[in-house]
């Protein structure tokens, strides 16, 4: 059985910082690409970030770009986002998600077979 946890959510001002955590188990999890979804109430799902199993490419959103970094361990089966310079639209649920194939030019979630429940991140202004 899969299990996709998040955690490291929560409440900052603009401008502070955040790290998502994200701990999977029931796969070979260095098989797997990993990524960063968020949704805000009444928008769609969009990618924010994935990387690679290696670790050696990674895709931002444009609108994050900059200012979160993904990475990943895989000795410890988790990925991370370090979130910096939040800001009010960043405000969202964050899921992370496993998938079989990596695409380094976008994100669909069609391509991503394990979600998580996710993490709520709130920022104020």
């Known amino acids: 059985q899969v299990q996709v946890v998040e955690s490291g959510g929560g409440l900052v001002q603009a401008g502070g910082s955040l790290r998502l955590s994200c701990t999977v188990s029931g796969l070979s999890f260095d098989d797997y690409a990993m990524g960063w979804f968020r949704q805000a109430p009444g928008k769609e799902r969009e990618g924010v970030s994935c990387?690679?199993?290696?670790?050696?490419?990674?895709y931002y959103a444009d609108s994050v770009k900059g200012r979160f970094t993904i990475s990943r361990d895989n000795a410890k089966n988790t990925l991370y986002l370090q979130m910096n310079s939040l800001k009010p639209e960043d405000t969202a649920m964050y899921y992370c998600?496993?998938?079989?194939?990596?695409?380094?030019?976008?994100?669909?979630?069609?391509?991503?077979?394990?979600w998580g429940q996710g993490t709520q991140v709130t920022v104020s202004s």
């Open positions: 998600a496993a998938g079989s194939a990596y695409n380094p030019y976008d994100m669909f979630p069609r391509d991503y077979n394990y």
């Open positions: 990387i690679i199993w290696s670790g050696d490419s990674t």
